[in-house]
């Protein structure tokens, strides 16, 4: 069974500081998608990582995939007050397309 | 382009009762994904249909849960007897097709709450 975790689940930050978030998961899987979530909205779509060594940026976010350690990381750099929300990975087990979400990571960036 | 559209935004209703909530993808996406996202947890894949065909229902509770797409379009998903525990957002999302580089778009949710 697939699992997916994430860590950590609560991160507080200064706004102009680095940091990175983890998501690891079990299973074999080529494909891991990261989402953010703002409160009582729904998921907005980030980074779709589709191979090994896969990198994608966009702003200030930067995710990465390591398939060959099942793992992936969203990194963040110099934390904007915006950036406050709930990130989940989300990853299929190769050939199910059965997504499994991680618990989330839940960022509040302190002006 | 339109996102997904799912209504109500919010129910609340008391316990045994029967639910329904709708759900509108966007335009063209031939995959659609029922979801339930409890408070502070990721969301949990209820239901998932090709078009029309719902390919994976395995985590569908079918004793009191059921869902139906027709013409591979909009789509229900309803609850009957409702019991306390499925208080939940209850989550639709759709993809133009499953897997690759699609990834998923989801609505905004309905919020169920039972007395």
């Known amino acids: 069974e697939l699992k997916v975790e994430q860590n950590p689940l609560f991160l507080s930050m200064q706004e102009g500081k680095n940091y990175t978030i983890y998501c690891n998961y079990s299973?074999?899987?080529?494909?891991l998608y990261w989402y953010r979530q703002d409160p009582g909205k729904s998921l907005e779509s980030l980074f779709v990582?589709?191979?090994?060594?896969a990198v994608k940026q966009e702003g200030r976010l930067m995710a990465s995939l390591d398939t060959k350690a099942r793992l992936s990381t969203l990194h963040i750099t110099a934390a904007v007050h915006d950036l406050s929300a709930t990130y989940f990975c989300?990853?299929?087990?190769?050939?199910?397309?059965?997504?499994?979400f991680g618990t989330g990571t839940r960022l509040k960036v302190l002006a | 382009e339109a996102g997904v559209v799912q209504s109500p935004r919010y129910k609340i209703i008391e316990k045994k009762q029967p639910v329904a909530f709708w759900c509108n993808p966007i335009?063209?996406?031939?995959?659609l994904y029922w979801y339930l996202q409890n408070l502070g947890q990721g969301p949990e894949l209820l239901i998932r249909?090709?078009?029309?065909?719902?390919?994976?229902d395995s985590q569908l509770p079918k004793d009191r849960f059921s869902a139906e797409r027709l013409k591979g379009v909009d789509s229900t998903l309803k609850i009957q007897p409702a019991e306390l525990g499925d208080s939940a957002v209850y989550l639709c999302?759709?993809?133009?097709?499953?897997?690759?580089?699609?990834?998923?778009?989801f609505g905004d949710g309905t919020r169920l709450s039972i007395l």
């Open positions: 999302a759709s993809s133009k097709w499953t897997g690759g580089n699609q990834p998923q778009h």
């Open positions: 299973t074999t899987s080529d494909r």
């Open positions: 990582l589709l191979s090994n060594g």
């Open positions: 989300a990853v299929d087990a190769t050939g199910t397309y059965k997504y499994i």
């Open positions: 335009s063209g996406h031939n995959t």
């Open positions: 249909y090709e078009n029309e065909e719902a390919v994976d």
